[in-house]
C-alpha cells in the first residue's frame, strides 16, 4: 500500500476545532495461483471533522468521510467503483482518575458499479455491505489500580441485507 495524506487543523478558540484529512494512493494484491484474489485499488478520501471540547472531561467530534475506490485489476470483467459516503460521530467522557467512556457511531452509504469478486469486494467495501450501514462502538477504560487497566468494549454492526453482528471484548493491561 502507498499513499500520500494531509491532515490540516484550525483551531477556532480552546473549545472548537476543525480537520481536514484528505488522502491518495492505491492497495495492490497480486496472487498468481488465485487471480480472483488479486486486486489493484486506487482510492481517494476526504474527510472533515468538526471538534468540541466542551470542558478537560467532555469532546465531541461529529464529521463526514466521502472514499471513492476504482479496482483496476485487469482480471476482473469490467471496472468496479465503490463510494462510501460516512456520517460519524464520536464521544469522549473523561471520568475521574484516568478512567474513559468513548462511544462511535457511523451511518454509512455504500454504492457500487460494476461486479468483482468476492475477496476484492470485501476489500473494496471495507468489510461493509451494499446500501445502508451502521457501525458503533463503546469502550470503558477503567484503571483498577495505578498500573492496571480493565477495558469492556462493544461493536455493533448493521445492514439493510444482514442481521446485526455484536462483538464484545474484555482486556486486562498491566503497565511496568
Not at 121 to 148: D, M, T
Amino acid at each position: 500500500m502507498s499513499f500520500f495524506g494531509v491532515k490540516p487543523r484550525i483551531n477556532f478558540d480552546r473549545n472548537k476545532s476543525f480537520e481536514l484529512e484528505t488522502s491518495l494512493g492505491r492497495r495492490v494484491a497480486r496472487a498468481d495461483s488465485f487471480r480472483n484474489r488479486s486486486f489493484n485499488i486506487q482510492f481517494w478520501e476526504m474527510k472533515p471533522y468538526t471538534n468540541f471540547q466542551f470542558s478537560q472531561k467532555f469532546r465531541l467530534s461529529v464529521g463526514y468521510e466521502f472514499v471513492n475506490k476504482e479496482n483496476l485489476n485487469k482480471n476482473e470483467s469490467e471496472l468496479t467503483r465503490i463510494q462510501l459516503h460516512k456520517v460519524v460521530s464520536e464521544l469522549r467522557w473523561n471520568l475521574k482518575e484516568r478512567n474513559t467512556l468513548f462511544t462511535s457511531l457511523s451511518l454509512i452509504q455504500v454504492n457500487e458499479v460494476g461486479e468483482v469478486s468476492p475477496n476484492t469486494a470485501y476489500e473494496l467495501r471495507e468489510g461493509l455491505q451494499k446500501g445502508r450501514n451502521a457501525v458503533g462502538q463503546i469502550v470503558f477504560s477503567v484503571f483498577l489500580k495505578k498500573n492496571l487497566e480493565l477495558n469492556l468494549s462493544y461493536d455493533g454492526r448493521i445492514s439493510e441485507v444482514q442481521a446485526v453482528i455484536h462483538s464484545g471484548k474484555i482486556q486486562l493491561r498491566a503497565y511496568f
